[in-house]
């Protein structure tokens, strides 16, 4: 069964094209859910940006099912939720966490 995503694939603005792929869970893709953390880890291939969504909400049950994550364009993503495009040139490592609409950089230093 293919999951229903709340943005149609085939009707994106280009928010942020050619970031590449990313991880993001059901909460944001299918049910809409804005992203509430983001992080960006070490690619693990060259069409990896590195970048991981979730809204915040997931607990380790659910992020214990692979089921609930999806392995899609950046851009996918952006037009779930638009906040997070200004974040898209962090480097590695980054991470911001959103409070009342607004991410904060939450990265730990070296």
């Not at 969504?53 to 380790?60: L, Q, R, V």
């Not at 480097?91 to 409070?99: I, T």
Request: charged share 30%.
């Amino acid at each position: 069964m293919q999951k229903q995503y709340v943005v149609d694939p085939r009707k994106l603005e280009p928010l942020a094209t050619e970031k590449g792929l990313c991880m993001v869970t059901d909460l944001i893709l299918v049910d809409g859910q804005p992203v509430g953390y983001m992080v960006r880890e070490e690619p693990e291939d060259k069409e990896d940006s590195g970048w991981r969504f979730f809204s915040g909400a997931e607990d380790d049950r659910y992020l214990d099912n692979p089921k609930h994550f999806n392995l899609v364009d950046v851009n996918l993503v952006a037009n779930c939720d638009p906040s997070i495009v200004e974040q898209l040139d962090a480097p590695v490592g980054a991470a911001f966490d959103k409070h009342e609409g607004v991410f904060y950089d939450v990265s730990e230093d070296d």
